[in-house]
């Protein structure tokens, strides 16, 4: 397991990070997300924490906060010691009747961490993460109410899902701008078959240097290997009822036509070719997995065995590549003279 630092940080996190959305089950989409409950739980964590996965991510709208109660009694249960492991939840999503009880306001986030830290019986949280963007609350306000969090010692570092570049460097802006925290990572949906994030988003995080944390990194199912061309009816899986994230199929089958015919000849599942694939992008910090039985979560980890030779990263690099789109073409095109200018003083 290598271990990759978050962000601007010296903090080290596991190349894979356990998601824990599959934990607790409940009405709604989380019946048909995962309906893991304790004992299968703390197996899961057990054996993430013995392949040496050290980063572990929940969230409070998860199962509506049964997976960060069935996750912080894990820890327990199994007496994990709390240095060994480096937890990261999310605040955002809707957790009452209220219309102030979800969102990116002071008020949701200050009473959020709160309620989060009493589920995973935890002083302190990791990595405390916007989970989407609130157009009701003004960035600045969700800023200064981390930074707080920060202070107060309830939050060692923060980060952000599912923003766009420009809200995200506005968000850095009035960080630096103030000397307040900064977010120190992004969680994003992110797989070979699903590569939009590389258009904005992936020049701002190396731009300023932030992590990322895959979400979702087989689209739901659909790139484990179990579907293909002919097979879009995916009967008992669950994009049946819950066909989420969208994914553009054809090009989703022809990466799985190509990643089945890599795993057929080094002898590995389909699976661990899309897990293997993030791995090898440098700019991702940590891909997280959330497994409903050992024996996915092992397949899983198996993954950061798989080498991919430079022949086998082109084929999937071509056959995932997304269309041409503007102002990237354009970009791409006007500054080949400058690249080539760096590309030559870099040689000497």
């Not at 069935?70 to 990261?88: C, D, H, Y």
């Not at 990322?212 to 097979?231: D, F």
């Not at 008992?236 to 022809?254: I, K, L, M, Q, Y």
Request: negative net charge; aromatic residues 6%.
């Amino acid at each position: 397991m290598r271990y990759n630092t978050l962000g601007h940080t010296g903090l080290f996190v596991s190349e894979l990070c356990l998601g824990t959305m599959t934990f607790g089950g409940g009405a709604g989409i989380w019946s048909q997300i995962g309906d893991v409950q304790q004992a299968d739980a703390e197996r899961l964590i057990g054996r993430a924490i013995d392949a040496g996965i050290n980063f572990i991510d929940t969230a409070d709208v998860y199962s509506q906060g049964v997976s960060e109660q069935i996750t912080g009694q894990a820890l327990r249960n199994l007496k994990i010691p709390r240095e060994q492991v480096v937890i990261a939840t999310k605040v955002f999503g809707q957790m009452g009747d209220s219309p102030n009880e979800t969102g990116a306001t002071r008020y949701h986030i200050m009473n959020g961490v709160k309620a989060s830290l009493k589920r995973l019986q935890l002083d302190h949280i990791d990595l405390y993460q916007i989970h989407g963007f609130d157009p009701a609350t003004p960035i600045e306000e969700t800023v200064r109410a981390l930074d707080a969090l920060v202070q107060q010692g309830h939050v060692r570092y923060v980060g952000v899902s599912n923003w766009a570049a420009w809200q995200i460097v506005k968000a850095l802006g009035v960080a630096h701008q103030h000397g307040l925290a900064r977010f120190q990572s992004l969680q994003a949906y992110y797989t070979i078959a699903g590569r939009d994030l590389e258009r904005e988003l992936v020049p701002m995080l190396r731009s300023e240097g932030l992590g990322l944390m895959v979400w979702s990194p087989l689209a739901g199912g659909l790139l484990s290997g179990k579907y293909g061309r002919g097979t879009e009816g995916e009967a008992g899986s669950r994009r049946t009822t819950f066909d989420f994230p969208p994914v553009n199929r054809e090009r989703a089958w022809d990466c799985v036509d190509a990643m089945r015919s890599i795993a057929d000849n080094k002898g590995v599942s389909v699976a661990q070719i899309a897990l293997a694939w993030l791995l090898h992008q440098p700019v991702v910090t940590s891909v997280i997995v959330g497994a409903k039985r050992v024996d996915q979560l092992d397949d899983n980890v198996a993954a950061t065995k798989v080498p991919l030779s430079a022949e086998e990263l082109a084929i999937l690099d071509e056959v995932s590549q997304l269309p041409a789109e503007y102002p990237g073409w354009m970009l791409e095109r006007q500054g080949d003279r400058r690249r080539e200018q760096i590309s030559q003083s870099e040689r000497g």
